[in-house]
């Protein structure tokens, strides 16, 4: 595919409807402390002139102890979410928010010390997306540079809505949360390329298990479940590979895998955090 091909993004109405509920989301979906422990270490060594970019504005990353006096630029092409979240509660004081495309960044090429990200290959197509933002990332990074990325995978062995369903009559699914990333893993090409989030919800609607049941017990909430409502009528699709189809994309590029580290969170083994160096 040419380099020239314009980028496939999520629908507007995706990030509209999904902000308001984005403080009652967490673990697998959200990066635990775990996780941005990986990226601080990621950026261990970046000197105070350093420049950083972060891939959306996810409020755990933009926090992290940066050096003092890091140049931090975070890439968002949604309005509603810079809306929403500039400026954060805590980050880096000279911190900007860019409203950009994270395959055609505004930056020269070899200036930047780190890029961060959570989740940002999920909205892209597979493998034509992941190689777009892949050759981008690779682009703007110094010699040496690293990338710091959670991946949302699904597993190598897929499991079907009935597995799902039956686990959570058992009360083997811990959150709401860890519920629509497996709904989304197994729901992988059910009507296409990807996973559509209309498709979540209606999977979630025909188990028996439903959320008036489920609510206040487990201590889910209304506002957590109300996070697999919002899917509903969503055309936007999520692209998870498999963790060797991901190395398999990364391998293509001028970047080498440094780390591949987990959580402790359930499901932390579908979402882990890679570091990627560009190769001098």
């Not at 980028?7 to 509209?16: E, S, W």
């Not at 975070?74 to 805590?90: E, G, Q």
Request: include cysteine.
């Amino acid at each position: 595919m040419s380099s020239s091909t314009p980028p496939v993004l999520a629908p507007r109405d995706h990030f509209a409807r999904i902000v308001p509920q984005w403080s009652h989301f967490g673990p697998p979906l959200r990066p635990s402390a775990d996780d941005t422990a990986v990226m601080q270490q990621a950026a261990a060594g970046l000197g105070d002139a350093a420049h950083v970019v972060v891939l959306g504005l996810t409020p755990e990353i933009i926090a992290c102890n940066w050096p003092a006096d890091i140049r931090l630029s975070a890439v968002d092409h949604s309005p509603s979410m810079i809306k929403a979240l500039w400026p954060p509660a805590k980050g880096p004081a000279n911190a900007q928010a860019i409203l950009g495309d994270w395959c055609a960044m505004p930056f020269a090429s070899g200036t930047i010390d780190l890029v961060a990200g959570d989740g940002c290959y999920v909205l892209q197509t597979f493998p034509e997306g992941f190689e777009r933002l892949t050759r981008e990332v690779c682009r703007v990074l110094r010699p040496r540079g690293r990338f710091a990325i959670r991946v949302f995978l699904r597993p190598d062995r897929s499991e079907t809505i009935a597995d799902i369903a039956g686990a959570l009559a058992l009360g083997k699914v811990g959150s709401v949360h860890a519920l629509k990333l497996r709904l989304l893993g197994a729901l992988h090409r059910a009507s296409g390329a990807g996973s559509c989030l209309d498709d979540v919800w209606r999977a979630w609607q025909s188990m028996p298990t439903l959320p008036a049941t489920l609510l206040g017990i487990r201590g889910w909430t209304a506002e957590e479940i109300g996070g697999i409502e919002s899917y509903r009528g969503m055309s936007a699709r999520y692209y998870l590979p498999t963790l060797a189809e991901f190395r398999q994309c990364i391998q293509l590029s001028s970047l080498r895998e440094e780390a591949c580290a987990q959580g402790r969170h359930e499901l932390a083994d579908r979402c882990p955090t890679l570091v990627l160096a560009r190769r001098g």
